[in-house]
């Protein structure tokens, strides 16, 4: 049997009640909303930490009925997560749902999901953040909270939820991520002699000697490559589109020309050859999408592929494979850092520019800058370099 406290008032007929319930070691909050068509008394009980919790479901119970929403009794956070991840990513990409998908089931789920959603408080999100701190890092912790906030607010929309108490809470601090890494000259050139040969080749030393994005080389096309001098505008690539939903680079900052070294020139074009060779020999098994860098068939290459293989070659050059195809852009900045090129000038050849103009403007300040990049890049690696062997 609870007791009331020592001190506390009892409560009128009709009104609210809170109390401490020692068997639930809880804070009990009785509602009062009238009377039933039966005639019974209508009290549902919620329960909390500290009173303060108990005060916030029994505003939140009351706003239900005044508003007509009704949260179902046994509607849990992982039925609202499950709802959000089937109904709520409509028109997303694969990898996006998957993406979230993964997180959910491994991070968020498990840990909260059977609670019922009505009576989820900040404290709980708070506590469960806290625990997931001690293993994932602070954007994975960002991520995790994102996804939790829009499973609610897509539950609110859809009548099931009043309030949404992840919006309460912020991201702790969690582990600290794995930095990124930046591969030396000398580990560098090892790469590259260990790619020669194979389908990674080009592939590589663009996305080395040019800092483009992995993102933004898979879909490169032919028709964005020019590597012939033309008008005084050296060869170089239009980097306009990435591997995103429609096509788009991250930002429209990220949009730019490039100049290509001469050691770039001669890989691609020795890339052009062996691809025409190869579309001969395919015939119609050929997928004809203009892209630079394919399959066997054609079609574009894979992330989860590209990375494979890009650890067989690191481990190749006699590299730990901890490697990944995204530190190529980060070892481009480090070696034009060296080299003694002004940041503002790397800035503008990774995107990052913070200047907000016309494309064509855009285009016409940074050929200077790229034609400096492209012959601080010639310099750097100015070692006589042997002809790519055929790619397997």
Known sequence: MTETPKGARRAGHGEDTIYWDAAKNRYVGAVSLGWAPNGKRRRPKVYGKTKTEVRNKIRDLKKEVQT??????????????????E?????????????????ADKHLIPFIGKA???????????????????????????????????????????????????????????RPGRPSKALNLEQAKAVLAAARGSRLYAYLVLSLLSGVRTEE??????????????????????????????????????????ALPKQVVDVLEEHLRWQKQERGSK???????GL?????????????????????IVKKAG???EWTPRELRHSFVSLLSDHGIPLEAIALLVGHSSQATTEAVYRKQLRPVITKGAEAMDDIFAEDQEEGDAVA
């Not at 015939?283 to 999408?289: A, L, V």
Request: charged letters at 35%; a positive charge; glycine letters at 4%.
């Open 68 to 85: 007509g929403v009704k949260s179902p009794a046994n509607y849990t956070v992982a039925d609202a997560v499950n709802d959000w991840l």
């Open 87 to 103: 109904r709520g990513l409509k028109g997303r990409d694969e990898k996006t749902v998957s993406k979230n998908r993964t997180m």
């Open 217 to 258: 080389a898979r879909p490169l096309t032919w028709d964005h490559v020019f590597l012939e001098t033309k008008e005084g505008v050296p060869p170089h690539v239009a980097v306009w589109r990435s591997v995103r939903k429609h096509g788009e680079t991250k930002t429209r900052k990220s949009r730019r020309t490039i």
């Open 319 to 321: 590299l730990k494979p």
């Open 292 to 312: 630079v860098f394919t399959t066997r068939s054609g079609e574009p290459l894979d992330a989860a592929n590209v990375r494979r293989d890009f650890k067989a």
């Open 116 to 174: 019922k959603l009505r009576d989820l408080s900040a404290d709980d999100v708070d506590d469960w953040l806290d625990d997931r701190a001690e293993v994932l890092a602070t954007r994975s912790l960002r991520d995790l909270l994102a996804i939790l906030r829009r499973s609610i607010a897509h539950a609110q929309r859809r009548d099931k939820a009043v309030r949404n108490v992840a919006l309460l809470v912020t991201v702790p601090e969690g």
């Open 283 to 289: 015939g119609k098994e050929w997928s004809p999408t």
